[in-house]
C-alpha cells in the first residue's frame, strides 16, 4: 500500500489545501495530512483546532486520515512504510524553500522521495496567510475557506483583529 503524507500548517486550512488532498486521494491507497506547529508563524487554531477542521472538510475522502505531529516531518515519514511526501507547489517562490526541504528530509531518511504537486490555477494565488491578512481587513473570504469552517475561521479573525473581519 503505497501513503502519502501531506504535511503543513493548515493554518486555517484553505480550498487550496482541500485540492491537494482531494488529488492526492486519488492517487494513493491512503492520505496522512499531518498538521503540524511552524515555528516561524504565531498560528490562528492550536494543532488541535485544525486537526478537527482537516477532519471535518476531508470527511468525504475515505482514504484520508488527518493526524497531529510535533518533531522532524523525516522522523514521521520514517514509521510509514511506503510513503511518500506530498507537498503542493502554487508557484516557483515556493519551488526553493520546498525543494530545499525535500532534500533535507532525504538526507535525514534516505528513501524518502517528495512529490510536488501543482496547484490548480483557481489557487495559485491562496495561501492561508492571505486569507487571515483579507479576513483580517474585513475582506469576503468565502471563496478561500471550506464552508464547513467558515464560521469558526471568521469566530477567531474577528477575536484577533477587532469586530472588522468578513464584514464584506
Known amino acids: 500500500m503505497k501513503t502519502a503524507i501531506y504535511p503543513g500548517s493548515f ?35 492550536s ?18 486520515e488527518v493526524e497531529v505531529f ?15 511526501i506530498v507537498k503542493g507547489m ?14 533535507i528530509n532525504s538526507a535525514l531518511s534516505p528513501g524518502l522521495d517528495t512529490l510536488f504537486l501543482t496547484t490548480s490555477h483557481r489557487y495559485q494565488f491562496l495561501s492561508s496567510s ?3 491578512e483579507v ?12 464552508t464547513e469552517i467558515m464560521a469558526q475561521v471568521l469566530d477567531r479573525l474577528r477575536e484577533r483583529s477587532g469586530s472588522n473581519a468578513g464584514k464584506r
Open 135 to 146: 479576513g483580517m481587513l474585513g475582506g469576503d473570504i468565502s471563496d478561500f475557506v471550506p
Open 47 to 64: 494543532s488541535s483546532e485544525r486537526a478537527e477542521m482537516l477532519r471535518l472538510v476531508s470527511a468525504e475522502f475515505e482514504n484520508v
Open 130 to 132: 492571505v486569507v487571515k
Open 11 to 45: 493554518d486555517p486550512v484553505t480550498m487550496g489545501h482541500l485540492d491537494i488532498i482531494s488529488r492526492a486521494s486519488r492517487i494513493f491507497d491512503k492520505v496522512i495530512v499531518l498538521t503540524s506547529r511552524n515555528s516561524d508563524k504565531n498560528p490562528l487554531f
Open 90 to 103: 502554487r508557484a516557483i517562490s515556493d519551488f526553493e524553500r520546498e525543494f530545499q526541504m525535500a532534500l
Open 70 to 84: 510535533e518533531g522532524l516531518l523525516a522522523d514521521y515519514a520514517s514509521s510509514i512504510p511506503e510513503c511518500v
